[in-house]
């Protein structure tokens, strides 16, 4: 099986847009590696997140800001011969990207920033109280490192 690497902007977007959650890699206050499913959305080379207020991850990225992101779409499993166990593998393709969260304050900044990510869901507007606004932390990721990948294709694929 063939992994090969993608680097067409559109592609790449494509797969980010198929996802329906990304995976956040976070360092925890002992230094120990945390991931955790979030809901995103992705803009101009921007990844968009939110949380809760307060707790584990927000102190987390507090102390340490940097994340590596992932996206992954596609998930058949594939062989090249069928009685060979090391010939399997997962096709399916994958997003990583880099960078340094930044916490938005800024009440306005925030309204736009929810309405990006639900334009990632669903297709019409919201509303927002002023509450739930106050209330939600909203992260900002400006992707410094991005890599993309395909995996499990046949040499016929390639």
Same mark, same amino acid.
């Given at each position: 099986?063939?992994?090969?690497a993608?680097?067409?902007p559109?592609?790449?977007e494509?797969?980010?847009?198929?996802? *329906? !959650?990304c995976?956040v %890699?976070?360092t925890? =206050?002992?230094g120990?590696p !945390?991931? +955790? *499913?979030?809901?995103?959305?992705?803009?101009d080379g921007?990844? !968009?997140?939110?949380?809760g207020p307060?707790g584990s991850?927000?102190?987390?990225v507090e102390?340490r800001?940097? #994340?590596?992101?992932?996206?992954?779409?596609?998930h058949? =499993?594939?062989?090249m011969?069928r009685?060979?166990?090391?010939?399997y593998?997962m096709?399916?393709?994958s997003v990583?990207?880099? %960078?340094?969260v930044?916490?938005?304050?800024?009440?306005d900044?925030?309204r736009?920033? =929810?309405?990006?990510?639900m334009q990632?869901y +669903?297709?019409y507007?919201?509303? !927002?109280?002023? *509450?739930?606004?106050?209330?939600?932390? #909203?992260?900002? #990721?400006? +992707?410094e490192k991005?890599t993309?990948r395909?995996? %499990? =294709?046949?040499?016929?694929? +390639?």
């Amino acid at each position: 099986m063939k992994t090969i690497a993608i680097t067409e902007p559109t592609e790449i977007e494509a797969i980010i847009r198929k996802c *329906p !959650y990304c995976m956040v %890699g976070i360092t925890d =206050l002992e230094g120990n590696p !945390y991931v +955790v *499913p979030m809901n995103f959305a992705y803009r101009d080379g921007v990844i !968009y997140l939110h949380s809760g207020p307060e707790g584990s991850k927000v102190e987390m990225v507090e102390r340490r800001p940097r #994340v590596c992101i992932t996206f992954c779409e596609g998930h058949e =499993l594939v062989y090249m011969h069928r009685q060979v166990a090391c010939s399997y593998s997962m096709k399916s393709r994958s997003v990583m990207c880099w %960078g340094n969260v930044r916490f938005i304050e800024d009440m306005d900044e925030k309204r736009n920033i =929810l309405d990006i990510v639900m334009q990632q869901y +669903v297709d019409y507007e919201f509303k !927002y109280s002023e *509450p739930a606004v106050r209330n939600v932390k #909203v992260w900002e #990721v400006k +992707v410094e490192k991005m890599t993309c990948r395909s995996f %499990g =294709l046949r040499p016929s694929e +390639v």
